[in-house]
């Protein structure tokens, strides 16, 4: 598929660049409606999900941490590893302590 990005965006006349720009402005929309559609009932299941795919992230960002550990010097695949490592485990485990909360909410209270 990343082939094919350059592809599609000389047949449309657009630089690669402002390409997936555009994808990531559109993401950015979808997400945002798609999130505040979202019942409270689902919130809890949504945030399961959302959890497990920064899991996932979070493997690609240790990845790129990694890419430059052959060469000498502190590179950019680096900094953003670094970044995207820290900017998950803060996901996950908010995700955690926040599905942890709306569960408890379920929960019957002891008399």
Request: with cysteine; net charge positive.
């Amino acid at each position: 598929m990343s082939m094919m990005l350059p592809l599609m965006a000389s047949a449309t006349g657009a630089t690669p660049i402002i390409y997936l720009f555009a994808i990531f402005i559109l993401a950015i929309f979808v997400g945002y409606y798609v999130v505040w559609s979202v019942t409270p009932a689902l919130h809890t299941p949504l945030m399961a999900v959302t959890n497990a795919i920064s899991s996932v992230i979070i493997v690609g960002a240790l990845a790129a941490i990694s890419a430059n550990k052959l060469g000498m010097g502190f590179g950019i695949a680096d900094g953003f590893g670094f970044v995207a490592t820290a900017l998950c485990a803060v996901n996950i485990f908010g995700g955690f302590l926040v599905t942890q909360r709306m569960l408890a909410m379920y929960k019957k209270k002891e008399k």
